[in-house]
């Protein structure tokens, strides 16, 4: 289907799928695009999952004849996008593949043999001919990999998995423009389970899109956004600045406790660090809290303080759950301190230790454990504790 004069998507839709990367709810089912741009050179831009790859060809091969394709531009290498390029390279091994440094290596680990290939940087051009394409880096949005493809002059960005949704459109209607319902939801949701571990790095690379004339943005997964392309990066600008003021440092003190011991540690040390004026504290019951709110509180912070007490010598699940939703990419290097109460093991706290240094955050506070009841000693260290983690921030 021609989106724009000499633009073809040769995607394939996905209507069936339920859940993607194995963790992720896909209630519309979702679409793998793909786009060959027509020029003096061809270009190909992002393939699709390999299950799809012969319906791929089979659109692919209406649009241009293989052996004419010069070039292949892979903004990012998530075998969603790049499960079809081993077998276009076996029947096109002309043509030269563009993408960044990660990508190109990533791309050789998944296709185990040699391509022509070109590393792309920040603003680098390839010349078409009659077209000219420019590429903008876009690291960790949401892989190391990521960058975006500006066709100069025509107003079209090509952002792979940026600004998309797991919205499966209807058949033959690929455009925002065309679909009968709201699907802003869809991209929210998307950006929420995607791209919110990375926050930071969407506020890092929507600068780049300022003074771009954009029209299009093609994105990789469901419908090309042909209207409201500004309120579509507006709306990725308040959704990557939620949180806190940047002026203030944040603390989550995230926990579970089983008799009230370990609860009331949370209270204390949450109470010592809130008296720093440059802290906002949120104090997170993970056994009550449900998973969005669990990813939610930790999608940003600069300290993390985790505590749990010790069962059958282990940590509790609902803390562990606090864990699993921190993103080790986006907090390394950042604080982080644990506590427990125990009565006659406590194990809980020095594996919560371990998880943390595994996952590269600075566990700089010593471990605070505490035996069955607190007393007025142990409700002062948990203060002190609070105190002493706000003060490393700030």
């Not at 209607?173 to 389970?193: C, M, P, R």
């Not at 790095?201 to 209207?227: F, N, R, S």
Request: hydrophobic share 45%.
């Amino acid at each position: 289907m021609q989106i724009r004069p000499g633009i073809h998507w040769v995607g394939v839709r996905d209507p069936d799928l339920e859940i993607f990367d194995v963790v992720i709810p896909t209630e519309y089912g979702t679409t793998y695009n793909s786009y060959v741009l027509e020029a003096d050179e061809p270009v190909l831009i992002d393939g699709v999952k390999k299950e799809f790859e012969e319906e791929w060809f089979a659109k692919l091969e209406q649009v241009i004849d293989l052996a004419e394709l010069r070039h292949v531009v892979v903004n990012h290498t998530e075998p969603d996008h790049s499960g079809s390029i081993k077998e276009l390279l076996r029947r096109a091994p002309h043509v030269i593949v563009h993408g960044t440094r990660p990508a190109l290596q990533f791309l050789s680990e998944q296709v185990n043999m040699d391509f022509q290939k070109r590393i792309v940087g920040e603003n680098d051009v390839l010349d078409l001919g009659n077209r000219r394409l420019r590429f903008i880096m876009a690291p960790f949005m949401h892989w190391p990999d990521t960058m975006w493809t500006f066709l100069e002059g025509e107003g079209v960005l090509f952002t792979c998995d940026g600004f998309g949704s797991h919205f499966c459109f209807p058949e033959g209607k690929i455009l925002a423009s065309q679909q009968e319902v709201d699907f802003t939801g869809a991209v929210e949701y998307y950006f929420e389970k995607i791209m919110g571990p990375f926050r930071g790095k969407v506020q890092e690379a929507l600068p780049k899109l300022v003074g771009l004339e954009l029209d299009l943005i093609a994105t990789g997964h469901g419908p090309i956004l042909d209207v409201d392309v500004e309120r579509f990066i507006k709306l990725y600008d308040e959704w990557s600045r939620v949180g806190h003021s940047p002026e203030r440092k944040r603390i989550v003190v995230a926990y579970a406790s089983a008799y009230g011991h370990t609860k009331r540690m949370a209270e204390l040390i949450a109470e010592g660090a809130a008296g720093n004026p440059l802290v906002d504290v949120l104090l997170l019951d993970a056994a009550q809290a449900d998973p969005d709110a669990v990813a939610e509180a930790v999608s940003s912070f600069d300290a993390l303080i985790v505590g749990s007490p010790t069962i059958n010598a282990d940590a509790v699940y609902p803390v562990w759950r606090v864990l699993e939703a921190v993103s080790a990419i986006t907090a390394k290097g950042k604080a982080a301190a644990v506590f427990g109460n125990y009565g006659w093991s406590g194990e809980a706290v020095a594996l919560l230790e371990e998880r943390l240094e595994k996952m590269r955050l600075v566990v700089g506070h010593p471990p605070l454990k505490v035996r069955f009841g607190l007393t007025a000693e142990d409700e002062e260290r948990c203060r002190a504790m609070g105190a002493a983690v706000a003060e490393s921030i700030t």
